[in-house]
């Protein structure tokens, strides 16, 4: 609740309260499954650690890869991957098959307030399984909280929280992730 | 690549220092890499208007960077359980990030050590984490 105080008005914190209890009411509710684009695949996987410098030989060598238990002929994903292979892309859809509703459905009401930055702030990761070549991963979120109003370096604005369960094609789970974006009106743009 | 060994770990043990060097081109293609094409990862002026200076590394790379300073120390035998990051100063082109990292405790149940991995940059802390990986 905000509390009448730093100028705001009446109406100026009843719309705002109206506006907390609005994102308080997507606590919990779950969507999904969120699809891949692509399953699991080595090129993919190589295009990430070109990038990212990871000479690790269990991402390229099916034989190294052996060793920690991926089927024959497949590689291992960098296990920090996990996330990336749900995503989007540039279409900024998921493919058919998914969950059409947002996968974090507390963003276009941000935006519609005018919170329209956002930046992830923390992101922690289990991994229960490797996850291969071949594997075809889908994720299930929900929201587990939304903080009050924060004001913070870069703006005023939300911590958001979402859990992710991640499961490959024999609908077991190989992870899940906890991760919180700050969704804020910046205090101003840099010119 | 040489593999370390659970036996050979000591609590307090601290890893190889690694310096990433921070260029617009590895924020966009890590990026990319990472299927994320939010524009504060590739166009400086949607960066700009939305308050920051530049471009900023995102957090699928942070994350992708602390799962690989930890493996490039285990050998491709380590396992990683788990990754869990806290961001703060964001990694901006020209800059250079230093990762170090350290054994916290050991726990022979599962042959798994718990690491803290901090990346700093010219304004501070860009990264702590915390990673728990299983050695043979």
Known sequence: MIQKSNGLSDVECQEINLFEQELQSYIGSESGPFLSWDRVNRAMIRHWCEAMGDANPAYYHADAAAQLGAPQNAVVAPPTMMQSWTMTGFSGEHPPGSDTRESMPVMPIFDRQGYLAVVATNCEQEYLQPICEGDDINGRSSIESVSSQKTTGLGVGYFVTQLTEFRNQRDEVVGNMRFRILKYKPHSAVS | ?136
Do not use: C
């Open chain 2, 1 to 136: 690549m040489t593999n370390i060994t659970y036996r050979a770990v000591q609590v307090g043990d601290q890893l190889p220092k690694l310096a990433v060097d921070i260029t617009a081109k590895l924020i966009t293609a890590t990026a990319i890499a990472s299927r994320d094409y939010q524009n504060v990862h590739h166009d400086q002026d949607a960066a700009r208007a939305l308050g920051s200076p530049n471009i900023f590394m995102n957090i699928l790379t942070t994350n992708g960077f602390v799962g690989r300073y930890v493996t490039d120390w285990t050998g491709a035998l380590g396992v990683l359980k788990k990754v869990a990051i806290k961001l703060g100063a964001p990694n901006y082109p020209g800059d250079t990030m230093q990762m170090s990292g350290e054994v916290v405790a050991k726990n022979d149940v599962d042959q798994s050590v718990e690491l803290k991995v901090i990346g700093t940059n010219d304004i501070g802390h860009h990264v702590v984490g915390e990673v728990v990986v299983v050695l043979p």
